[in-house]
């Protein structure tokens, strides 16, 4: 009757085998599946002390030693969606789902109605949190609250430049005046915010006067004017300021322009603003911007979302500025084969997988992550195919062998 008992444990191991394929296959579509497979080890019975097989040793059949998991790479396909994020390399997500964590390779996330990040099944993804565009260094769900980015008001600026030193030099007498063209050589405007978010104008204007031009080189008069104030007009003009140039066109020492004591008509808090002219130069060619930067910014709406590879995750807004508002973190096993599947693409810790140990992306053995992106299942669908067949012809073999040993027992029985 051994017979028997061997051949069907080749029916549970064959069946076994046919069930773990057929769940590969299930799988072949589903974003961040591990493949897994069926490894068998042959059976024995144990010898009796002192004695030996007359005919040497003959097997009972097979068994299966385990179901191991393949955590091979899965390829990564281009989406749509800034928060899909693929890990290429090793490493797991960590997710609270329902005050559990688990985890999981599966990265197609959205924000549901309080502003979390969570995946199809809700579970909400972990990082660290970010206040104030600053990194806290703990641990908990990812979480994007900040939605608005409050304004900036400008305090700084660079203005790099060309001024023509072919130009014919203002006449001795003539008072300045932003109406009047005549009383300057050139000028050029930016824009600035006060600390409401509102957008103001600021003008320079610069003037070579007849008393400029000496052999240390040309100094130059700088005014300004701004408007939204709440002087006369709404317009706050001042100056002059002098930018001293060497007689090789570069700027002599350091030149700035002090803007300061803006009062603003709508109610923002009074503006001091520093203009800073280094690098600008004073040759005989077309006066000319060559670079203007400023601080400060409106009012910005959150537009968009975006992960960079270690993880950070960016807000970029209306304004034209962007924000920290967080860091998905990964989390690695000593043994990942020793994870336990709980369904939902979630798996959890075990005492064969050994502890979690998180860090940052690309650090530490951890993998990059991908944005926009996603892992694709690794299941090999024409190798899976090929083994189904092989499969089914094994548990075929083992029904032949079990219709075999009974013709065998019925012929005994015959006698």
Not at 217 to 243: F, R
Not at 331 to 357: H, I
């Amino acid at each position: 009757m051994s017979t028997f008992q061997t051949a069907l444990s080749g029916l549970k191991a064959a069946s076994t085998d046919l069930q773990v394929m057929g769940n590969n296959i299930a799988n072949a579509s589903t974003v961040g599946f591990k493949s897994s497979n069926a490894e068998f080890a042959d059976s024995y019975a144990a010898a009796i002390a002192g004695t030996s097989p007359q005919y040497g040793q003959v097997g009972i059949g097979t068994t299966v030693s385990t179901v191991a998991q393949q955590f091979s790479q899965g390829n990564i396909e281009a989406t749509s969606n800034p928060l899909d994020v693929a890990i290429n390399g090793s490493g797991f997500f960590q997710f609270d789902y329902n005050g559990s964590t688990v985890y999981g390779r599966n990265g197609q996330f959205q924000l549901d109605k309080n502003g979390y990040i969570v995946d199809a099944s809700g579970g909400q993804l972990i990082g660290t949190p970010a206040v104030s565009g600053v990194l806290t260094g703990g641990s908990g769900p990812l979480q994007i609250t900040a939605t608005t980015l409050a304004p900036k008001a400008t305090t700084s600026g660079t203005l790099q430049l060309n001024l023509n030193a072919s130009v014919t030099p203002i006449a001795s007498g003539t008072a300045f005046s932003t109406s009047d063209p005549t009383s300057y050589n050139y000028s050029t405007t930016s824009t600035v915010y006060d600390s409401l978010g509102t957008a103001h104008l600021l003008t320079t204007y610069y003037a070579l006067p007849s008393t400029g031009a000496t052999a240390s080189g040309q100094a130059w008069n700088v005014y300004y004017s701004v408007d939204g104030t709440s002087a006369a007009g709404g317009i706050t003009s001042g100056g002059p300021s002098t930018i001293q140039f060497t007689p090789t066109g570069a700027i002599s020492g350091t030149a700035t322009l002090a803007v300061s004591g803006i009062t603003w008509a709508d109610g923002a808090a009074p503006s001091n603003i520093t203009l800073n002219f280094a690098g600008s130069t004073n040759y005989n060619a077309t006066s000319v911007v060559n670079a203007l930067t400023t601080d400060g910014s409106a009012v910005g709406q959150l537009s968009n979302l975006s992960v960079d590879p270690s993880g950070v995750i960016y807000g970029r807004y209306t304004n034209g500025q962007s924000a920290t508002l967080g860091m998905i973190t990964l989390t690695n096993f000593k043994a990942p084969q020793g994870l336990q599947r709980l369904g939902n693409n979630y798996f959890v810790p075990t005492y064969a997988s050994g502890q979690p140990l998180t860090g940052q992306p690309g650090g530490g053995g951890l993998g990059v992550l991908q944005s926009s992106a996603v892992e694709q299942s690794n299941v090999d669908l024409s190798s899976q195919l090929v083994n189904l067949i092989v499969a089914q012809q094994a548990y075929q073999a083992n029904a032949q062998t079990i219709k075999t040993q009974n013709q065998v027992v019925q012929t005994l029985l015959s006698l």
